[in-house]
């Protein structure tokens, strides 16, 4: 037996492999170099960042695909989704750089984390088999949790830190038992295998996959922060520093909305047999009900928040739900362009809250906004078009990636029409607790003991780049939408190599 | 021999205990001891299905978590320690700096 | 019965390796003894006092690491098993080296945290 016969093909997991390198290579420069060496690091990790995207770029020529014996899949998908996951993380790594000077962070440990949890979403939104799903939600969660303490002597650091930990490993034990029942049910952890085994109706114990589906339901709903398993959000949002704050809510969310992707719409998707249309209608209204309580919840609560960060936290709730929505038309392009508007924006908006929080995340409250809009108006005036283009106002990104979601659900599923309704009166409501803070910032008196916040190159580079993506996704989104509409044949059919 | 459901059922016992654990415990360390203890039910079920099935991916799969669980273990008691030192407390109410 | 040889010869290994460092150390080592040699060893703590004493943090940090390091057995011991078998069917370099990528990435690991002071007992 040859190599290619087990599918040890590296290139297909080549971004995989340069991030991870990257990390150890970071970790090595960290423990030989006296002191720092900070854009040093940040230089490595971009370098290493873009690599991986390009190779990206490159797996998408080379056609669909699993190799490893099925363990990752090439496959549109996982293109997408990671392309918008290296892209959240390369606007990280530039953050990165002032945060942790301002804070007098220790940088080698935090770009090496940052390359690890991105190597683990990588393989996560690339994982063709329940082993893989778990070891990429576990490599990015691991690598999360230890980011969520990085202020290490702040109290509420630690605690975000904790409860993360907790919550998150208590989740994946409810993921993992899901997991193991449905590979007993369906005889084998490979989605395909699973797919096949559902569409001939060859399933050992059916109670079984049901229990399995609704587990592992609960364990990716913990991890999207679907109501009602969002109870960790807020808390873990607001006491992790700013930066990691924005990461957590986007790379980790589009990552295991991917896997949740090909688990359920491919792995429990097909309606040939008696068990495939009862697995299917199961979890399509449970998910449905799932999406309804999420954005509702998420939007009603973040009104009456007084913290910035927390007010995000239940917005990104609220985003979840509706990237659920477009999960449930049985179609990625929705939820792929939802994830990478969704990311452009909340990575911009939290950007901006660490310049004006400063170090320590002092200034987190709405009401340490007060009239800065003019004393500071280009932080203010991007954080407006972010907090606007999350609230869905055209020409923005959210505008887009939200019609564009609600559309192709309303198109497509006629059953799940109450649900789009739903959604739209939520993002109604949602446009009074997006404009408050730009009410604050423009329209009262200025707060005393502000400092207008020095603006480094990197973060510049990076408030620039989510800017233009943010008005690039609202005003020309078509090129996208073209290179993610292809015939579903293409993503579900996958030839075995 | 002793049939498949035995395992199952030993297995969801422990797995059910665990998740009591971590809904009653205060104790960090107790709470982190019972995710453990549910991984491990799982590790049964996984082991269990894998003879059953005749397939040797469920194995592989127990060895994967085993690696994993070791990592959170690892990472869980580096987050405990560094609020212990900062906190002098291993009760979870008391963490309670970030009120929902 | 045959088959049960190799396990003898490695007790006998294990037991003959143990007892020729204890009479070797007696053999060689310098012997001074103090009050603190004296006492009954249990693993670093005082034995007589209260039991309700906290232990160091330091502790943690070491047992940490060794659960890192530790759980490297579980990944060597099957492809220590299938080795034989693999190297039939795929190429013996290929086979070795892959184990060895693995290793080198743990070592890189040990280098770290050597590097940042982890095994320095007062620094910790």
Known sequence: MQLENLGLYYWAIAPEIIVSVVGVIIMMVDAFSSRGARKLNAVIALAGLIAALVSVVMLDGLGSGSYFSGMVVIDPIRIFFSVTILLAAIVAALLASQFLKDEGLPPGEFFSLLMFATAGMLLLAGAGDLVTVFLGLEIASITSYVMAGYRRYDLRSNESSLKYFLLGSFSTAFLLYGMALTYGAAGSTNIQKITAAIASGQVNYPALLLIGAALMIVGFGFKIASAPFHLWTPDVYEGAPTIVTGFMGTGPKVAVFAAFIRVFVIGFGPQDSEIGIQLHTTWVTVLAVIAALTMTIGNVIAISQKNIKRMLAYSSIAHAGYALVGFLTGDFAPVAFYMLAYSIMSLGAFAVIQLLARAGDQRTEIADYAGIGFEAPALSFSLAIFLLSLAGIPPTAGFMSKFYVFKTAWDMTPELRWLVLVAVINSIISVYYYLYPIVVMFFRPLVPGFIKPRIAGMTMIALILTLLGTFYLGIMPNRLMNAMSRPPAVVTQITVK | ?100 | ?124
């Not at chain 2, 019972?34 to 040797?56: H, K, P, Q, W």
């Open chain 2, 1 to 100: 021999m002793v049939p498949l459901s035995w395992y199952l059922a030993l297995s969801a016992v422990l797995f059910t205990i665990g998740v009591v654990g971590v809904v009653i415990q205060r104790n960090i360390i107790v709470l982190f001891m019972c995710i453990e203890l549910m991984l491990n039910a799982v590790n049964l079920t996984l082991v269990s299905f894998s003879r059953y099935l005749g397939d040797v991916t469920g194995q592989l799969f127990v060895f994967i978590v085993m690696a994993v669980a070791a990592a959170e273990a690892a990472v869980g008691l580096a987050i405990i320690i560094s609020l212990f030192r900062n906190r002098e407390t291993l009760n979870v109410d008391e963490a309670d700096l970030l009120k929902l």
């Open chain 3, 1 to 124: 019965m045959k088959e049960y040889l190799p396990i003898l010869i490695v007790f006998i290994f294990v037991a003959g390796f143990a007892v020729t460092n204890v009479i070797l150390a007696y053999l060689i080592g310098q012997h001074k003894n103090t009050r603190a040699k004296l006492m009954p060893y249990e693993c670093g703590m005082d034995p007589v006092g209260t039991a309700r004493q906290r232990f160091s943090v330091k502790f943690y940090l070491v047992a940490m690491l060794f659960i890192l390091f530790d759980i490297e057995a579980i990944f060597l011991v099957p492809w220590a098993v299938v080795f034989k078998d693999l190297i039939y069917k795929l190429s013996k370099p290929f086979v070795f080296i892959e184990m060895m990528i693995f290793i080198a990435v743990l070592f890189i690991g040990y280098i770290y945290s050597w590097r940042k002071g982890l095994f320095e007992w007062n620094r910790a």
